[in-house]
């Protein structure tokens, strides 16, 4: 892999995790078009885009650093210095909660199908471009039914456990993690702000297992020019989700998702006139 390459790789991760268009979708697109994908080999791409994907796990961390610090000392006081029920705890600490909790389900629906993700299927364009348009359905069907009135400090346990699980259908191309959660959020009644708020928040443990996991599995694996081609990756998606996150909620505040939804369809038919 190229330097150019490399960069292009990581803006395209970089503007894509945090949007609701599934950056699995382009990161495999363009890796078909570069020929960075060995068939006979899947694993490795899927391993390099796991990797890649701790450089807009950066962003997310960088990003809400504040609300992060915030909720990791309202947990901690409240649960292992003075032991308060989830009930009688601050906003933030029942935060802390939500997102543990929430984590779950993707972690292990991803460590039990790990084999499948790892394969063939989940490259397969055909299946990439039926998610893309299948999401946007239920995308265009969130925004009708949506009250939107709900904010992130009214987030019920029973809210993080459905939008977790929600999460789960980000391991099918095309989805978009982002896509899934968000569409959840909406259609539990929750602002487009808050809905990527938490989602945005949903991300850490997953990508963080995922990215380091693979690090430590794959790293030892490669070589020199890799492992460049690797870090400037990562480098250049913490830079670009970093302003993609920015971007998004600012676009929230006062816009539909109906962009997206029409930049998922297009894409699907482009992916299927490709593959006619």
Not at 44 to 55: R, S
Not at 97 to 108: E, N
Not at 164 to 173: E, H, K, N, V
Not at 225 to 232: F, K, N, P, T
Request: proline share 3%.
């Amino acid at each position: 892999m190229s330097l150019l390459q490399s960069i292009l790789i990581g803006i395209i991760q970089g503007l894509t995790e945090f949007i609701p268009v599934s950056s699995t979708a382009h990161m495999t697109i363009w890796a078909r078009i570069m020929n960075l994908v060995d068939p006979a080999h899947p694993e490795q791409w899927t391993a390099f885009m796991a990797i890649v994907q701790l450089g807009t796990l950066a962003a997310v961390l960088l990003y809400f650093a504040k609300d992060i610090q915030t909720i990791l000392a309202a947990w901690w006081a409240e649960n292992i210095n003075s032991r308060r029920p989830m009930a009688s705890q601050s906003d933030d600490s029942r935060m802390g909660w939500y997102v543990v909790i929430g984590s779950l389900p993707i972690m292990l629906v991803g460590y039990a199908l790990k084999k499948v993700i790892e394969g063939s299927l989940t490259k397969d364009l055909h299946l990439i471009a039926i998610m893309l348009v299948v999401v946007s359905g239920i995308l265009i069907v969130a925004e009708r039914v949506s009250k939107r009135t709900r904010l992130l400090a009214d987030l019920k346990l029973r809210d993080a456990v459905i939008i977790g699980l929600s999460q789960c259908f980000a391991l099918i191309p095309g989805t978009s993690r982002s896509g899934s959660t968000i569409s959840a959020g909406l259609f539990l009644g929750m602002s487009r702000e808050a809905a990527a708020r938490f989602s945005f928040l949903l991300s850490i443990p997953a990508v963080a297992a995922s990215g380091l996991y693979e690090c430590v599995k794959e790293a030892k694996m490669l070589d020199s020019s890799q492992l460049i081609a690797v870090g400037v990756a990562t480098i250049v998606a913490a830079i670009v989700g970093y302003a993609s996150i920015a971007l998004l909620l600012r676009y929230l505040r006062s816009n539909s998702m109906m962009v997206f939804i029409v930049y998922r369809i297009v894409l699907a038919v482009c992916i299927g006139i490709w593959l006619w």
